[in-house]
């Protein structure tokens, strides 16, 4: 018989990775990147026990309060994330990628209540995540990971139709899909929907989630943008969280957006001081169902429909995020240094400079 204690753990699933920032051309960071560095701090800050499964290579030169798996063989995966006037959008580059995470590398034995699939890179096989499915309650997955490919010249971040991606028919095997706006155009929603909840987030405007017979739009927190890298993971890691924590759907998602504000007010994953997080934690307690039922029961159980007293939920998580802020700008949220021996050991050998960049496309050319 399986604990209730184990049947609340997750399992995430997804590579870290090396960050290099340049705006215009320019220099502007080397930050801790990748999907864990984004969710991991937010399911600790909300007192959620997890397994990770992530893969650097021997010159990973960070040290993550869940360490990943050192492949001797491969590098860290490496973006260069090209920002500035002259591009309307950030501009993605895979300079380097770890080893794929392969259903081996999962946990034998083990059931486990949720599962992330937030991989960034293609490092998760549509093998992986099929034994995800087997051993997690839930999935929750970011279309990311699914529709990423890569130029073979300069590693330039495109996308490929889902139907197209080979994880088409694990849908009606997971729970929730979430996708950027743009990624969403590569889903199809209309037809997704059909099998699992999707939600597509919207930066500074919120979020939408869609169902078989239903959708509703969830506000935004304001926030000064510095850099919008993780503000998608972190918004998955906090929806996720409050769907185990027993938040109907909306409330969930309302969840999602305050942690993507905060992301983006930073270089860089966020830094949660726990003990400020004990008020959003209150404010999730005082608003549960109770935990993520077992996956037979769990549809009868979301609550799709608006909370009629979200407003409430909104400015008691509203007051918290201005707490917060005020702490992180006061800590220096703008400026991120470099961990010592990165520049040496990773960025040395790379160019730095910029590729010529499109915007993301499709893999055929077509936006």
Known sequence: ?????????????GNYCH???????LLLAHTLGGAPSFITPIL?????????????????PFSPTHPPLVIPTSHTTLFHAHFGSSLPDRVLNRVAACDPIAPADLPTGSRFAFGLAVG??????????????????????????????FDGEDG?????????SGFFHLLPRIGFLKASEDEAEFV?????????????????DGCEV?????????????ADQVDPTGAGDCFLGGFAAGIVKGLAVAD????????????????????????????????????????????????????????????????SLDAAKDIIMCQIQESGWNILSSPKGLEQNHVKGLSLNPFHDESITSVNGEP
């Open 1 to 13: 018989m399986v604990s209730d204690s184990t049947l609340r753990r997750g399992l995430i699933v």
């Open 210 to 222: 869609f169902w078989k017979d239903g959708g509703l739009r969830v506000d935004p927190f304001g």
């Open 44 to 60: 600790d800050s909300l007192s959620l026990p997890f397994h990770l499964i992530s893969k650097v290579g021997p010159d990973f």
């Open 252 to 315: 969930a998602a309302l969840l999602g957006n305050f942690f993507g504000s905060l992301a983006v007010a930073r270089v860089g994953p966020p830094a949660l001081d726990s003990s400020l997080f004990q008020m959003v934690k209150d404010e999730i307690h005082k608003r549960k169902g109770q935990d993520l039922p077992c996956s037979e029961r769990r549809d009868e159980r979301l609550g799709f429909q608006k909370p009629p007293d979200q407003d409430q939920f909104y400015a």
């Open 188 to 204: 199809d929603v209309e037809e997704v929907r059909r099998w699992c909840c999707v939600v597509v987030t919207h930066g500074k």
């Open 156 to 164: 330039r971040v495109r996308h490929v139709g889902l139907r197209e």
């Open 120 to 149: 960034v890179a293609g490092e998760i096989l549509p093998e992986t995540l099929e034994k995800m499915v087997e051993i997690c309650d839930v999935v929750f997955v970011d279309v990311q990971g699914l529709i990423r490919r």
């Open 19 to 25: 960050d290099v920032l340049l705006r215009d051309s």
